[in-house]
C-alpha cells in the first residue's frame, strides 16, 4: 500500500508515505507502543515500523484494509483468545482501518512481548557470563 517505492529509513518517513487517515492510525498505534514500552528503540526492519529491545518486540504495517501486527501472540492464553478475532492466515494479527484500532488489546500485547523480550534477554545474558 506504500504510495512509492522509496524505502523508509524511520517511522516517521514510512507512516509519511501513506494517506492521512492510515497516518493518523499507524500514529496511534506507535504510541499505545511507546507507552506500553518505553525502553524499545524504533527501527525498520524487512520495511516495515518495528520497535526492539533485546530482540524484535513488534512489527506493525499498513495494508490497504488493515493494519499487521506480528508476531502471533504466544505464552498467554487470554489474550491469545481476546485477539482471536482479529488473527490472519498465519496468526499474525489484522486490525481493520475501517473500525477503531484495539489500543487496550495492542498495550496487553505489547507488555506481554516485553516480558518475554526481558526473559530472552535474562537467558542471553547468563549464558555470556
Known amino acids: 500500500m506504500m504510495?512509492?517505492?522509496?524505502?523508509?529509513?524511520?517511522?516517521?518517513?514510512?507512516i509519511a508515505l501513506f494517506p492521512d487517515d492510515v497516518k493518523a492510525v499507524l500514529e496511534e498505534v506507535r504510541g499505545v507502543i511507546r507507552?506500553?514500552?518505553?525502553?524499545?528503540t524504533e527501527v525498520i526492519s524487512y520495511q516495515m515500523?518495528?520497535?526492539?529491545?533485546?530482540g524484535i518486540l513488534v512489527y506493525f504495517a499498513a495494508w490497504k484494509k488493515h493494519i499487521g501486527f506480528y508476531p502471533p501472540i504466544s505464552g498467554d492464553?487470554?489474550?491469545?483468545k481476546a485477539a482471536a478475532?482479529?488473527?490472519g492466515p498465519k496468526g499474525n494479527l489484522q486490525f481493520p482501518l475501517d473500525e477503531p484500532m484495539p489500543v487496550d488489546l495492542i498495550e496487553r500485547i505489547?507488555?506481554?512481548?516485553?516480558?518475554?523480550?526481558?526473559?530472552?534477554g535474562a537467558g542471553t545474558e547468563s549464558k555470556r557470563k
Open 3 to 14: 504510495a512509492n517505492s522509496r524505502k523508509p529509513c524511520d517511522i516517521d518517513e514510512y
Open 35 to 40: 507507552r506500553a514500552a518505553p525502553d524499545a
Open 49 to 54: 515500523p518495528a520497535f526492539r529491545q533485546h
Open 77 to 80: 492464553k487470554s489474550l491469545e
Open 85 to 87: 478475532r482479529y488473527a
Open 110 to 120: 505489547i507488555k506481554l512481548r516485553v516480558k518475554q523480550d526481558a526473559a530472552m
